[in-house]
């Protein structure tokens, strides 16, 4: 089936720095993507809608100058954590979908990144 | 208001038996699937069973059993034959029309399978 590979799968960063998640579809070009944000011991929210060769679209809240969202190819979205502090420590997860599944095909989901900003 | 509700925080089973995990949602799409996803403490999200709000027929899949009751607008999970490698988070997601692709996540439940 089809998968979608994050990386890297754990990162510290110090306060004040930016780090970039990688979301890659393996075996199928995704024109669109999906972040999610999930803090410990809760539920997945969407932060953002990453569209191929185009803006991303972002749920109400999430701050885009803060979070990054760049899908450059058919097979890669990346998410950049600028500036990070504390608060940000979350483990960020991507997901896609196979477009010739059709509407009732699964969702894939990376394997997840928990980043720490210390 | 929320539109997926998952009421069990968490919840124990014996080994071998089996269990039913609550959802709700609340939608006025008319075209909507739903779906089940097992969270193991590694995080990676495991797809379970989905369901079509027009399919006539229950989903299975192996072990997972989807009671689709679309009056009540919900979608219970049942796992028959619980096994230790259970034990996990289960999330309930609903995927409407004319959103996308996006998904809409309940609250989790926590399995505890007991030996």
């Known amino acids: 089936g089809a998968v979608v590979s994050q990386h890297p799968s754990r990162v510290i960063c110090k306060s004040g720095t930016s780090v970039k998640i990688e979301c890659r579809s393996l075996d199928f070009q995704a024109t669109t993507m999906f972040w999610y944000r999930q803090f410990p011991k809760k539920s997945l929210m969407l932060m953002a809608t990453s569209n191929e060769g185009s803006k991303a679209t972002y749920e109400q809240g999430v701050e885009k100058d803060k979070f990054l969202i760049n899908h450059a190819s058919l097979t890669l979205s990346t998410l950049t954590v600028t500036s990070a502090h504390p608060e940000d420590s979350s483990f960020y997860i991507c997901s896609a979908r196979d477009p010739g599944d059709g509407f009732t095909g699964e969702l894939f989901f990376g394997e997840g990144s928990r980043l720490t900003v210390l | 208001a929320q539109k997926i509700t998952q009421t069990q925080p968490g919840m124990f089973v014996q080994e071998k038996e089996a269990v039913t995990l609550d959802c709700t949602y609340d939608t006025s799409d008319p075209s909507y699937g739903l779906f089940w996803y097992k969270q193991p403490s590694s995080g990676e999200m495991i797809f379970l069973i989905y369901?079509?709000?027009?399919?006539?027929q229950n989903a299975t899949e192996g072990r997972y059993s989807l009671n689709f009751q679309k009056a009540r607008k919900s979608a219970n999970l049942v796992i028959s034959a619980s096994q230790l490698g259970d034990s996990a988070m289960y999330f309930c997601?609903?995927?409407?029309?004319?959103?996308?692709?996006?998904?809409?996540f309940g609250g989790g439940t926590r399995v505890l399978v007991k030996p």
């Open positions: 997601a609903m995927r409407e029309g004319a959103a996308g692709n996006k998904l809409t």
């Open positions: 369901q079509g709000s027009y399919d006539q």
